[in-house]
T-cell receptor, first 116, second 112 residues
Framework: NAGVMQNPRHLVRRRGQEARLRCSPM?????VYWYRQLPEEGLKFMVY????????ESGMPKERFSAEFPKEGPSILRIQQVVRGDSAAYFC??????????????FGPGTRLTVL | QKEVEQNSGPLSVPEGAIASLNCTYS??????FFWYRQYSGKSPELIMF????GDKEDGRFTAQLNKASQYVSLLIRDSQPSDSATYLC????????????FGAGTRLFVKA
C-alpha cells in the first residue's frame, strides 16, 4: 500500500490521558500536514512538517499539542491531558518535496479520537 | 486573515444535471487551488487542481479559475447519486510554507 497510512484508526481515551497519533507519508513524500475536523465542520490546518523540521505550526493549540517528524519513523501528533473537546477526526496528508505552492496533498484515512 | 468561503448548501440537483460548486478566497497572492471530495466518515479525496486562469476539464469535472475575481468553481456534468458528498475547496497561500486553507465544504445531494 503506497498511500498515506495512519494509525490507530480509532482511539478512545479518558480525560487526562495522552493520545498519540501516527502518520506514515506516501512513498517518496517528505512533507506531512496534520488537520483536525470536528463533526459537520471543515478541515482545520494544524501543523506542517518536513523531516526533523516544523515549517508552520500556526494552527496548533498553544498548550497540550505537539508534533514531530523524526528522521526515521512516522510523524506523530501528540495530545497531552486530553479533554472532551479534543474529540475529532485527525487527518494527516503528505506531499512531495521541493518548493512551490503547487504541491498536491494526499490524505490518509484519519484517526477518530473519542475522549470519554 | 486568509479565508476560503464556500456555500455550505446543501445543494440538491437531479440525476443527470450539472452541479455547480463555488468558492471564493481572500488572498490575491494565492497560487494554486484544489477541489476535494469527502464522503461521510471518510477522508478527503483529490478531484482536481488548477493553477492558471480559465477552465480545466477532467472527465465529468471542470474546474474554473478567475484570479481577478478571486473565484474558483467546480462543475460536475451528468451528476450521479454517487457524486453525493461534501466538496472541499482548498487554496495554497504563499506564506513561505505554502499553508493550505480549506473551505468549510458544500454538501451536494444528487437525487435519483
Amino acid at each position: 500500500n503506497a498511500g498515506v497510512m495512519q494509525n490507530p484508526r480509532h482511539l478512545v481515551r479518558r480525560r487526562g490521558q495522552e493520545a498519540r497519533l501516527r502518520c506514515s507519508p506516501m512513498k517518496g513524500h517528505s512533507h506531512v500536514y496534520w488537520y483536525r475536523q470536528l463533526p459537520e465542520e471543515g478541515l482545520k490546518f494544524m501543523v506542517y512538517l518536513q523531516k526533523e523540521n516544523i515549517i508552520d505550526e500556526s494552527g496548533m493549540p498553544k498548550e497540550r499539542f505537539s508534533a514531530e517528524f523524526p528522521k526515521e519513523g512516522p510523524s506523530i501528533l501528540r495530545i497531552q491531558q486530553v479533554v472532551r473537546g479534543d474529540s475529532a477526526a485527525y487527518f494527516c496528508a503528505s506531499s512531495s518535496p521541493g518548493t512551490g505552492s503547487t504541491k498536491v496533498q494526499f490524505f490518509g484515512p484519519g484517526t477518530r479520537l473519542t475522549v470519554l | 486573515q486568509k479565508e476560503v468561503e464556500q456555500n455550505s448548501g446543501p445543494l440538491s440537483v437531479p440525476e443527470g444535471a450539472i452541479a455547480s460548486l463555488n468558492c471564493t478566497y481572500s488572498d490575491r497572492g494565492s497560487q494554486s487551488f484544489f477541489w476535494y471530495r469527502q464522503y461521510s466518515g471518510k477522508s478527503p479525496e483529490l478531484i482536481m487542481f488548477i493553477y492558471s486562469n480559465g477552465d480545466k476539464e477532467d472527465g465529468r469535472f471542470t474546474a474554473q479559475l478567475n484570479k481577478a475575481s478571486q473565484y474558483v468553481s467546480l462543475l460536475i456534468r451528468d451528476s450521479q447519486p454517487s457524486d453525493s458528498a461534501t466538496y472541499l475547496c482548498a487554496v495554497n497561500f504563499n506564506t513561505g510554507g505554502f499553508k493550505t486553507i480549506f473551505g468549510a465544504g458544500t454538501r451536494l445531494f444528487v437525487k435519483a
